[in-house]
């Protein structure tokens, strides 16, 4: 049986007609969310994806917004767009408004949303739920990081990036902070006493909390030179060039290398005693090249971001009750930790500069 094609002429008013149905039917929200899910499979991003929608069904077609809530939920394994059905009420076809109010405000309730819309609460639950939304707590980050913050993290962090790509740092690197640790001095114990006789009286750990700064610092292959401060020492400039002085004497005596061949790579950041006149130029008599940091940039900082968060974990576990247990604490940890520790501290570094690039200088999290 042969089907002979109408000429092109007779055809435009059913391809017409066919565009038209077409179009009424993509007005659906389901059906724009198998599109997504065809764009998802296909290897588009989400801004790829409501952009070719919108260039064929119109502008409100759909939002880059909703686009990305829905690519996330493919990205976990969930590929169902069907609304999901149960008894009484049909559910709410409100859906992509739903996760819109949550994008624009992360901080809105599920009562405020539920009133914006005209829905009852459980259902925007049950869908912010289905979805994989949780409540979280907002978490801290060290600075309001402004504009100009933003774009010197991104300058430094691109230009260091580079940098070890043609000319490989790391292994030059000796990165160093500070970091106060407490302990107390008063500790509860059990006392006899006899019936109706008062017990004895110890004041609050938090009355009389005791600290002492550690000052550290340490490479690839391990903790070169550590201190601890005496009580109620801190930090200034002249302390600070006493301490890079024996330092230095640790380098020559633990990593020769550095000193006799690839010179040292000095990263601190960027607090007044590591910044002051004296320490620049204690720094150029020794020779060794200060690593760029920007500032208000823990996350970049080794320390920070893996030694001392690693080393405050193994405190959270014990009791320290004098300087002395502090001492030998740190003695423990520091050589109980294998070479690739450190190495890892070290080494993530690119990958760290590189997502701040990515970013736009936002916070590591």
């Known amino acids: 049986l042969m089907i002979r094609r109408p000429p092109r002429s007779t055809l435009f008013p059913y391809t017409t007609l066919f565009r038209s149905l077409t179009v009424k039917m993509?007005?659906?929200?389901?059906?724009?969310?198998?599109?997504?899910?065809?764009?998802?499979?296909?290897?588009?991003?989400?801004?790829?994806?409501?952009?070719?929608?919108c260039d064929v069904y119109g502008p409100s077609a759909v939002s880059v917004r909703v686009a990305q809530i829905w690519f996330k939920r493919f990205q976990s394994g969930n590929f169902d767009v069907k609304d999901a059905r149960r008894s009484g009420r049909p559910i709410t076809d409100k859906m992509d408004a739903i996760f819109e109010k949550v994008e624009?405000?992360?901080?809105?309730?599920?009562?405020d949303v539920a009133e914006e819309l005209g829905i009852d609460h459980k259902t925007v639950l049950a869908h912010l739920k289905k979805t994989g939304y949780?409540?979280?707590?907002?978490?801290?980050?060290p600075h309001e990081l402004t504009e100009r913050n933003l774009m010197n993290r991104v300058l430094i962090c691109d230009s260091l990036l580079r940098r070890n790509e043609t000319e490989p740092l790391l292994k030059k690197l000796i990165t160093g902070d500070e970091k106060w640790i407490t302990y107390d001095k008063n500790v509860r114990k059990r006392s006899w006493s006899k019936a109706g006789q008062a017990s004895q009286t110890v004041a609050k750990p938090g009355l009389?909390?005791?600290?002492?700064?550690?000052c550290v610092w340490w490479d690839w292959k391990g903790i070169i030179h550590y201190e601890l401060l005496p009580p109620?020492?801190?930090i200034d400039s002249e302390l600070y060039c006493e301490q890079l002085m024996r330092l230095k004497q640790e380098i020559e005596r633990k990593r020769p290398e550095l000193i006799n061949r690839r010179g040292v790579v000095f990263h601190h950041d960027n607090a007044t005693?590591?910044?002051?006149?004296?320490?620049?130029?204690?720094?150029r008599e020794f020779g060794w090249e200060v690593l760029m940091h920007p500032p208000y940039s823990p996350d970049l900082a080794p320390s920070d971001f893996h030694l001392f968060r690693s080393l405050q974990n193994s405190l959270g576990s014990i009791r320290l009750t004098s300087r002395e247990d502090c001492q030998n604490h740190l003695s423990r940890y520091f050589d109980q930790k294998p070479q690739n520790f450190y190495s890892n501290g070290i080494m993530s570094l690119p990958t760290r500069w590189q997502k701040v690039i990515e970013q736009n200088g936002t916070y590591i999290l």
Not at 134 to 141: A, F, G, H, P
Not at 273 to 283: E, N, V, W
């Open 26 to 53: 993509i007005e659906s929200n389901e059906e724009i969310r198998y599109i997504l899910k065809f764009y998802y499979k296909k290897g588009k991003n989400a801004t790829q994806a409501a952009k070719k929608i």
């Open 104 to 111: 624009q405000d992360r901080h809105i309730s599920s009562y």
């Open 134 to 141: 949780t409540k979280k707590l907002d978490i801290w980050v």
């Open 208 to 214: 009389t909390r005791n600290k002492v700064m550690l």
């Open 232 to 234: 109620g020492r801190t």
């Open 273 to 283: 005693p590591h910044t002051s006149l004296a320490t620049r130029q204690k720094l």
